[in-house]
């Protein structure tokens, strides 16, 4: 479904990626993981268009796709939860929602798309009027979710979705992947939460200096040497 070849990319003299590769299948949940500044932000919003290569190519189910300006993107399929949520914190729950099917494919579904939502996170319909800044901070996660949902994507992206949130809560976030892993969206998560990452994914990179390190089913990476001493304190 995705492929990215030989993608580099630069903030002025700096370069953040250095030709990374990587292939995600139809279906599949696949990570990035690294560490803080590995350069996991800037992979993901590359394939979302809101970064510029320096070079290399995106591909989305077989077409290149690395010309495509961000909102295009939308339309092809390829969502983001960003990190920081990224909320209309004076907005309510439902028009933050609706903000994910401006574009007009999904503008169509919106009601059908809404309800759907809905039943797969019961308390947005609870606090559907309720200002988004007022909610805690698990449930502002779930909104962000929600609203990325609104695009119908084919290849969903989280980055960083458990950052500062409970011990708790991030189980029931991974949880919550699963979930809409298994309504047929192809995940990309982005994660510096190492362990339960590669406990629920099918595949995963680990990212390091702007390059690809390693590769593998994630409870091979969870058993790797290398992963161990650099991510999980072992
Ligand atoms: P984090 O978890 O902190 O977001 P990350 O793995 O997502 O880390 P990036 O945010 O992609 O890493 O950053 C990769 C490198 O690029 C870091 O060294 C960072 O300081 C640098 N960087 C990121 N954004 C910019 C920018 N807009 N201008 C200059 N340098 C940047």
């Known amino acids: 479904m995705l492929k990215v070849n030989h993608l580099s990319v630069h903030y002025g003299g700096m370069q ?6 990587l292939q995600v299948a139809e279906g599949e949940i696949v990570s990035i ?3 803080n500044g590995a350069g996991k932000s800037t992979l993901i919003n590359a394939i979302s268009g809101m970064r510029n290569l320096t070079s290399g190519t995106v591909e989305f189910q077989g077409k290149d796709i690395t010309a495509v300006p961000a ?12 990190e920081g949520r990224r909320l209309f914190p004076l907005m309510t729950v439902k028009d933050n929602l609706l903000l994910g099917s401006t574009i007009p494919e999904a503008k169509k579904h919106r ?16 606090r559907e009027n309720q200002i988004a800044k007022t909610l805690s901070g698990g449930e502002q996660q779930m909104v962000a979710i929600g609203r990325a949902l609104m695009s119908r ?3 969903l992206m989280f980055d960083e979705p458990s950052l500062g949130l409970s011990p708790l809560l991030v189980k029931q976030l991974f949880q919550l992947i699963r979930q809409i892993s298994k309504r047929g969206i192809t995940i990309m998560l982005v994660e510096q939460n190492v362990k339960q990452t590669l406990q629920i994914v099918d595949r995963s990179y680990v990212l390091e200096n702007g390059s690809i390190s390693l590769e593998g089913p994630g409870t091979d990476l969870l058993n790797n040497e290398h992963v161990k001493k650099a991510f999980l304190g072992m």
């Open 33 to 35: 993981v690294g560490s």
């Open 111 to 126: 009601r059908e798309t809404l309800e759907e939502i809905y039943q797969l996170l019961p308390r947005l319909k609870e």
């Open 16 to 21: 953040a990626l250095s030709g990374v590769s």
């Open 153 to 155: 994507p084919k290849l």
């Open 71 to 82: 909102h295009e993107r939308v339309g092809l399929g390829i969502a983001q939860v960003p």
